[in-house]
């Protein structure tokens, strides 16, 4: 499977997390973790009936940034029970969030490699040595932007 439809297929295995595909950048060196979190997220959620989102998916000097909506589904009273599931749940999704920002942080955005952070152009970036050096990647973040859409949308 191409990296392309990995994304769409994470989108798809969980529509609900990507309502607002425009702002989740999903680099193609960051899939695996963002797999990985994703699946874990679900998992939590589970009987919950807690609703959850993506609100944005950003790199920022060479490092990925994820921030996300997390609560009782609009309909329902604030009783203290789900309040408290809420908070350990909240605990929980951020625990795995920094796990996910910090394998992104030490890929490679392009292909995924064990990379370090370093100047690229007038940025920083977390790129594999060579490709920091391609004329080809002078701008890696549209190459390693991989499209999604969410059907769920109108
Ligand atoms: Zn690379």
């Given at each position: 499977?191409?990296?392309?439809?990995?994304?769409?297929?994470?989108?798809?295995?969980?529509?609900?997390?990507?309502?607002?595909?425009?702002m989740l950048n999903l680099y193609a060196?960051?899939?695996?973790?963002?797999?990985?979190?994703?699946?874990?997220?679900?998992?939590?959620?589970?009987?919950?009936?807690?609703?959850?989102?993506?609100?944005?998916?950003?790199?920022?000097?060479?490092?990925c940034r994820i921030y996300f909506h997390l609560g009782l589904p609009r309909s329902e009273p604030e009783a203290?029970?789900?309040l408290r599931e809420l908070a350990i749940l909240r605990e929980a999704v951020e625990s795995d969030i920094e796990t996910a920002q910090t394998a992104c942080g030490s890929r490679c955005m392009v292909c995924g490699r064990d990379s370090t952070t370093r100047v690229h152009g007038a940025a920083l970036a977390t790129l594999f040595e060579r490709h920091g050096l391609s004329e080809r990647?002078?701008?890696?973040?549209s190459l390693a932007k991989l499209p999604i859409t969410n059907g769920a949308q109108p």
């Open positions: 499977m191409s990296n392309d439809h990995k994304a769409q297929a994470l989108v798809d295995r969980c529509p609900y997390m990507f309502e607002q595909p425009q060196g960051w899939l695996d973790p963002l797999e990985t979190l994703c699946a874990c997220i679900h998992a939590r959620l589970h009987g919950s009936a807690m609703s959850f989102q993506f609100l944005q998916i950003k790199e920022k000097f060479g490092t203290e029970a789900r990647l002078r701008d890696p973040w």
